[in-house]
């Protein structure tokens, strides 16, 4: 089993229109083991710019406080939030410099723009190449061929915000149900330009 397996994990990015999501399970677990059901991947950067970090989950936690550290300096300096595109390349430039010793994660940025509020998805490897900037879809974490495939059956372009969490949610439970080390229900994150969208799924408990 891959290190990155070890934890497991699913999160998904998907955009609409004039809206982005970004949705995550909840299991934490040590390979077949599950330990906790409260274990989100996803966290909140900025009032629109939300990342997904999928992977091994001490790294999911190192990275989050780094990003964290890097937003406020950012802020702080630039007397601005960072956008999706600068803080897909900061984080891009944070994994490539422990290329010999990487954090075991495969992020995924999901945010608006702040000046057009056009939808921003990235996704890329441990050593932070980036993967895909895509106007669609991205998927990372254990099931990444079943979300790929539920993305591609269930997507439509330009969904209004209500659609958009509807796809989000039936595409993360049926991906994760075929998944034994990722699962126990999740969350989903829908982010507009007037605020963000919360929503708790309850999902199969085995």
């Not at 989100?40 to 997904?52: D, E, H, M, Q, R």
């Not at 441990?126 to 079943?146: D, M, P, Q, R, Y």
Request: charge should be negative.
């Amino acid at each position: 089993m891959s290190i990155t397996s070890y934890n497991g994990g699913a999160v998904v990015a998907m955009a609409g229109k004039d809206c982005v999501g970004i949705a995550s399970d909840l299991r934490f677990g040590i390979q077949r083991q599950t330990l906790a059901t409260d274990f989100s991947k996803v966290f909140c950067l900025a009032p629109k710019i939300y990342v997904g970090l999928a992977g091994l989950a001490t790294d999911v936690q190192t990275l989050r406080n780094l990003l964290e550290f890097r937003m406020n300096l950012y802020k702080l300096k630039e007397e601005r939030d960072m956008s999706p595109k600068v803080l897909t390349s900061v984080l891009s430039n944070l994994l490539y410099e422990k290329r010999f010793g990487p954090y075991f994660v495969e992020p995924i940025v999901a945010g608006l723009d702040e000046t057009t509020n056009q939808p921003f998805l990235s996704s890329m490897d441990l050593i932070g190449a980036v993967e895909t900037e895509s106007k669609e879809f991205v998927v990372s974490g254990t099931c990444t061929g079943n979300l790929l495939g539920m993305c591609e059956s269930l997507y439509r372009p330009n969904q209004s915000p209500d659609e958009l969490l509807e796809t989000l949610a039936q595409t993360l439970l049926a991906a994760v149900d075929r998944d034994s080390i990722s699962g126990w229900g999740g969350v989903v994150h829908i982010i507009t330009k007037d605020g963000v969208t919360t929503k708790e799924l309850k999902g199969r408990q085995d």
